[in-house]
């Protein structure tokens, strides 16, 4: 079965870091585009960031950006967030999934799979 699987959430104190992977369960993740996306409680569902199929090119959104790198490693099968300097308001369930591009201001896209999120938790 085609799946996405995050991992490498937790707790963690302001300003630490964690870095999530996500592995494709069923499927080789060469062919895609993956995203991550998170949702804090009472809030949408927010695009964190994404990475072209080849690892080239790599988009944030504007609060993350400077502390965040997302990257891959297509011989392992599996797409990082690294997340550092992290905030309380960093504090959601990270998402990743998988699409055949990263959307643009003006393209959408549609994402096949997606994996069943990972909490991270940024607290003293």
């Known amino acids: 079965q085609l799946q996405l699987v995050e991992s490498g959430g937790g707790l963690v104190q302001p300003g630490g870091s964690l870095r999530l992977s996500c592995a494709a369960s069923g499927f080789t993740l060469d062919y895609y585009a993956i995203a991550w996306f998170r949702q804090a409680p009472g809030k949408e569902r927010e695009g964190v960031s994404c990475?072209?199929?080849?690892?080239?090119?790599?988009d944030y959104t504007d609060s993350v950006k400077d502390r965040f790198t997302t990257s891959r490693n297509n011989a392992k099968n599996t797409v990082y967030l690294q997340m550092n300097s992290l905030k309380p308001e960093d504090t959601a369930i990270y998402y990743c999934a998988a699409a055949l591009a990263c959307p643009t201001t003006t393209i959408r896209r549609e994402f096949y799979y997606w994996g069943q999120g990972t909490q991270v938790t940024v607290s003293s």
């Open positions: 990475i072209s199929r080849g690892g080239a090119s790599t």
